[in-house]
């Protein structure tokens, strides 16, 4: 259970802690984009603040009476207290009193890109995995998703730890964790990666559904154009998944 002292304890978010060091060593030169779902207090917002060179952080929260847990009584005068404890970074913050999803998508449509956004959110299994998938959308090929309570609990649930490992089960993100006795979880999205883990699949179904003539057919309107290979196969791949595995529509469609 987290108590009130844990909240303040957040503000030393080991990822938050990494994620700075990262970008000294790196030497990195542009500001940083980052979002913060479920903001409280704003004692995690503050260290981000104090730690990294920050752009502008958004941060969500709807402060909304029925939140599960035992910090349900401090919601209302939460808003207050982390808008006036935020007030210093100006225009570097922008507050977003939505739910977390919601504003993550508003975020899309703007064509936002952050760096890293942290989940702290709802800890229920549902909305865990719905966050985790809205964010993944809005971070940037080598940023990163995070958040708190990589742990399975009752009463409140706090589901969080099952909803990361199902989401990166058949994903390729290099993960981390750390912190105790409540856990940080992140991982790194990987265009790159995520590329390979597809091509290395779809080379075992070319070589297990014997569909090398596939291949054949790619090389042969590709020469020797290896993306263009590669994208002619993803095509059937993808034609041969959407249209229940009957091969001759890829045929027709080729
Ligand atoms: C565990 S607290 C966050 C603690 C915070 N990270 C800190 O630094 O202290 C969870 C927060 O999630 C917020 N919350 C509740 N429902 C939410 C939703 N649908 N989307 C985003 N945040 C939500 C609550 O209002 C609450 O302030």
């Not at 260290?47 to 349900?72: F, T």
């Not at 995070?146 to 990361?164: C, F, M, Q, T, W």
């Amino acid at each position: 259970m987290k108590t009130k002292m844990d909240y303040e304890d957040i503000r030393k978010s080991p990822f938050i802690t990494w994620l700075a060091e990262v970008y000294k060593r790196s030497e990195r030169k542009e500001k940083v984009i980052g979002i913060e779902l479920g903001v409280f207090k704003a004692a995690h917002a503050e260290y981000i603040m104090e730690s990294i060179d920050i752009e502008k952080l958004y941060l969500i929260d709807p402060y909304e009476a029925g939140y599960e847990g035992e910090i349900a009584d401090d919601i209302p005068e939460a808003r207050d207290f982390a808008a006036k404890r935020m007030s210093k970074y100006g225009e570097r913050i922008q507050w977003m009193y939505n739910d977390g999803n919601e504003a993550l998508k508003k975020l899309a449509v703007k064509g936002v890109k952050a760096d890293f956004i942290y989940i702290d959110g709802k800890h229920d299994y549902t909305s865990s995995l719905s966050n985790i998938n809205h964010a993944v959308a809005l971070v940037k090929d080598k940023g990163f998703v995070a958040g708190h309570d990589y742990l399975i609990r009752s009463n409140p649930p706090i589901e969080v730890k099952k909803a990361v490992d199902d989401f990166l089960k058949d994903k390729p993100y290099k993960f981390f964790t750390a912190g105790s006795p409540i856990p940080d979880w992140w991982f790194r999205i990987s265009r790159n990666l995520w590329m390979r883990e597809k091509t290395r699949i779809m080379l075992g179904i070319l070589a297990e559904k014997d569909m090398s003539y596939l291949l054949q057919r790619a090389m042969i309107n590709n020469g020797n154009d290896g993306q263009g290979v590669m994208l002619d196969l993803m095509f059937y791949l993808d034609n041969w998944f959407n249209h229940d595995n009957e091969e001759k529509t890829i045929e027709g469609k080729c």
